[in-house]
Nanobody, 126 residues
Framework: QVQLVESGGGLVQAGGSLRLSCAASGRTFSSYYMGWFRQAPGQEREYVATISWNGDDTHTAYTVKGRFTISRDNAKNTVYLQMNSLKPEDTAVYYC???????????????????WGQGTQVTVSS
């Protein structure tokens, strides 16, 4: 069992930056690939970024590529999402997720994640 708690969301002006954190409970955090997803009001949940268990493999969605960076610190049981050059369309609730499937290193598929946090609100004003 893994419990995930996101933090770092808030209100920021367009062009600004935020760093989201996702703290995980449990001693097996380093065995999970992690992901960030977001959901805006009235829209489907959208994949943002994913990272392998050791941080060697990362992938970000084309909508945030070059602006967002995912990273992790297994010693702190924490995964991060650095968000720069924020745009109003980045406004959403951001969720982190943990997954553990045989043969999967990273994935953009939400159904491949076993545990989800409660989310943190990010609002970007124009």
């Amino acid at each position: 069992q893994v419990q995930l708690v996101e933090s770092g969301g808030g209100l920021v002006q367009a062009g600004g930056s935020l760093r989201l954190s996702c703290a995980a409970s449990g001693r097996t955090f380093s065995s999970y690939y992690m992901g960030w997803f977001r959901q805006a009001p009235g829209q489907e949940r959208e994949y943002v970024a994913t990272i392998s268990w050791n941080g060697d493999d990362t992938h970000t969605a084309y909508t945030v590529k070059g602006r967002f960076t995912i990273s992790r610190d297994n010693a702190k049981n924490t995964v991060y999402l650095q968000m720069n050059s924020l745009k109003p369309e980045d406004t959403a609730v951001y969720y982190c997720a943990a997954g553990q499937r045989i043969g999967v290193v990273t994935t953009i598929r939400p159904e491949a994640y076993n545990y989800w946090g409660q989310g943190t609100q990010v609002t970007v004003s124009s």
